[in-house]
């Protein structure tokens, strides 16, 4: 098994472009997350989804959107990128209630100037 | 505002070495407590996980504990090795929350010297 798996792995992007991360989880999990990580600080959850069809908002969710089309994929879409949406971003899922462990994918390194 | 602190930010220690990592929270009722460990560019991988009803949890070398009453947990890492070297950090999960957040420490980045 892959695991999670996260595309790009490093992307550079110009204020107001707007890009879409790729994660895909090959485990049957019916959670799956997105977070950011800034420098020296903590994960921040920006938006989860419970299942296909399903997302919901997390703490940093302003500047993104998210899609739960299928089981396996959970995009996420940048519109008009900003300096401060500059970070490593990370997928994550978890099989049951959300409350057991989550695997994380490698993460995405964005830096947008 | 829940929160969750871990200190110090970075460790240096010799190898064969025990140490700790300390983890502390701002609420004592919490649903559950992480480990996870962090490599350069890579993701994050869970070590281990207490449920609020227990009180450690060991895996090999690792063991965790955890204190509701006080607000702390701890990592222990007996007879560190250089390929413990990594990022380590602490998340709990309180059971107010609905929208199944884990709240984050900053890590303690750890550096075993050969």
């Known amino acids: 098994n892959a695991g999670v798996t996260q595309t790009p792995k490093f992307h550079i992007l110009k204020i107001g472009q707007s890009m879409t991360l790729q994660c895909t989880q090959d485990?049957?999990?019916?959670?799956m997350y997105w977070y950011r990580q800034d420098p020296g600080m903590g994960l921040k959850l920006i938006y989860y989804?419970?299942?296909?069809?399903?997302?919901d908002k997390g703490e940093v969710p302003n500047g993104y959107n998210v899609s739960r089309s299928t089981t396996e994929d959970f995009p996420l879409r940048l519109e008009l990128a900003a300096p401060s949406q500059t970070s490593v971003y990370f997928c994550?899922?978890?099989?049951?209630?959300?409350?057991?462990?989550?695997?994380f994918g490698p993460g995405t390194r964005l830096l947008v100037l | 505002k829940q929160e969750v602190t871990q200190i110090p930010a970075a460790l240096s220690v010799p190898e064969g070495e025990n140490l700790v990592l300390n983890c502390s929270f701002t609420?004592?009722?919490?649903?559950?407590l992480q480990w996870f460990r962090q490599d350069p560019g890579k993701g994050l991988t869970s070590l281990l996980l207490?449920?609020?009803s227990q009180r450690e949890q060991t895996s090999g070398r690792l063991n965790a504990s955890l204190d509701k009453s006080s607000g702390r947990s701890t990592l222990y890492i007996a007879a560190s090795q250089p390929g413990d070297s990594a990022t380590y950090l602490c998340?709990?999960?309180?059971?107010?929350?609905?929208?199944?957040?884990?709240?984050w420490g900053a890590g303690t980045k750890l550096i075993i010297k050969p």
């Open positions: 994550a899922s978890s099989y049951g209630t959300g409350h057991e462990t989550q695997y």
């Open positions: 485990m049957n999990h019916n959670y």
């Open positions: 989804s419970v299942g296909a069809g399903i997302t």
């Open positions: 609420d004592s009722a919490i649903y559950n």
């Open positions: 207490i449920q609020s």
């Open positions: 998340a709990v999960r309180f059971p107010m929350d609905s929208n199944y957040q884990l709240i």
